[in-house]
């Protein structure tokens, strides 16, 4: 269990154009209003923007204090916002620390904080990404490559409610020269889940 | 009673599967049902609640079996039949 | 609708396995975590889900230890728990757990 049964799919494309077709006749749905909303998630829900947050606290330590406080309100410094879905949504970032190591999931369904990372990894909503890291968070990390020292402390955020979780993860060593664009460009979206370091 | 989307803590699912660069959907169908559900639920057509609450009546067997975003086909048309919106015939019948 | 909570606060999780949806995790029923910080007020989606009236109410992020939720683990999970679902602890309470 756990993997993707994509059955006969071409059956499965067929239903969803007959009922988006009953949906066009009833006035509930219009065929362009939806491309163009896709088109409007697609461009602007990704990674980079996460990325961004990320590499100004590490540049600027009077806005990582602010993005931890309060990142509804610090977002809107780089244009950046949780709206754009069906509600605003509160983002609370999570920072990494020598000491403490945090991870992100939504066991109970896919929650996630689209507009900052983009849309999500078909293993961040699987029954198994969702069941085991809440349990052996660092078995689960140890397969997407992150060994973490024993001394450090794992936290897991399981995103029950309405709050949308983010890691700010350690700036890596040996960073110093580079600029908030180079820095940026280290951010991966595994980095920003917390099942790598950055 | 509990429900098998409640998979927190349960035993034997097995490695996390990861995909290289995944695109964010697999078939023009998912992009759609994206689509379709954004649109009904910001017409109150349904909530978010119960979009999720008939994700999670889907009967065990066949939420396991199911790709995510058969899963959100599934709770579409659940509710759009429940709501009287459409009947079961006509989604049947396609 | 219960009583409001404040960070450090020691709370149990309702022990509730209702027929509807609900966003307690079945691994945190019953448990007993220390409240990290109430982030705003929202409507109950046991409520929502089921067309029911549902003023907004505070949600808290619960810190529990892994070990008091599954017996085993050196690590930490947070939940997001709604105040429906959530009773202060006592102390005495809290060591007769063991």
């Not at chain 3, 220390?34 to 929202?42: I, R």
């Amino acid at each position: 269990m756990g993997s993707e049964h994509h059955g006969p799919t071409a059956a499965v494309a067929a239903r969803v154009r007959h009922v988006e077709a009953l949906l066009e006749q009833r006035g509930l749905v219009d065929a362009t209003e939806l491309d163009q909303a896709l088109e409007a998630f697609l461009t602007s829900a990704s990674p980079a923007n996460g990325a961004r947050l990320v590499a100004r606290a590490w540049v600027d330590p009077d806005f990582r204090s602010r993005l931890l406080a309060n990142a509804n309100a610090a977002l809107p410094e780089l244009g950046l916002s949780m709206g754009g879905g069906l509600q605003e949504q509160r983002l609370k970032v999570v920072d990494n620390t020598e000491h403490t190591h945090n991870v992100i999931v939504c066991t109970l369904c896919s929650c996630y904080p689209l507009s900052l990372l983009g849309p999500s990894p078909t293993w961040y909503k699987s029954e198994s990404y969702r069941s085991r890291v809440v349990r052996t968070p660092r078995e689960v990390l140890k397969e997407f490559g992150l060994v973490l020292d024993p001394a450090v402390e794992v936290t897991v955020w399981d995103s029950s409610a309405e709050s949308r979780y983010m890691v700010l993860p350690r700036r890596p060593d040996g960073t110093d020269g580079l600029g908030e664009e180079q820095l940026a460009a280290l951010v991966t979206r595994n980095g920003l889940i917390g099942v790598a370091a950055v | 009673m509990s429900r098998i989307h409640d998979v927190g803590g349960m035993q034997g699912f097995g490695p996390v599967e990861q995909e290289a660069d995944e695109p964010p959907f697999h078939a023009d169908w998912e992009a759609h049902v994206f689509a379709i559900n954004r649109a009904l639920i910001g017409r109150g057509v349904y909530n978010l609640d119960e979009f999720r609450d008939a994700i999670e009546r889907m009967p065990p067997q066949e939420y396991l079996a199911s790709s995510y975003y058969e899963k959100w086909l599934h709770a579409v048309t659940t509710l759009l039949v429940e709501k009287g919106v459409l009947s079961a015939r006509e989604v049947a019948d396609g | 609708m219960g009583e409001a909570f404040g960070p450090g606060d020691l709370v149990r999780t309702s022990h509730e396995d209702p027929q509807h949806h609900t966003r307690v995790p079945r691994y945190a029923r019953g448990a007993v975590g220390t409240v990290v910080e109430a982030h705003g007020d929202y409507p109950l989606p046991d409520d929502r889900s089921r067309g029911l009236p549902a003023e907004p109410q505070p949600v808290y992020t619960v810190r529990f230890a892994a070990r008091d939720l599954f017996g085993e683990g050196d690590h930490a999970v947070t939940v997001d728990v709604w105040q429906h679902h959530l009773r202060r602890v006592d102390h005495s309470e809290q060591e007769s757990d063991g």
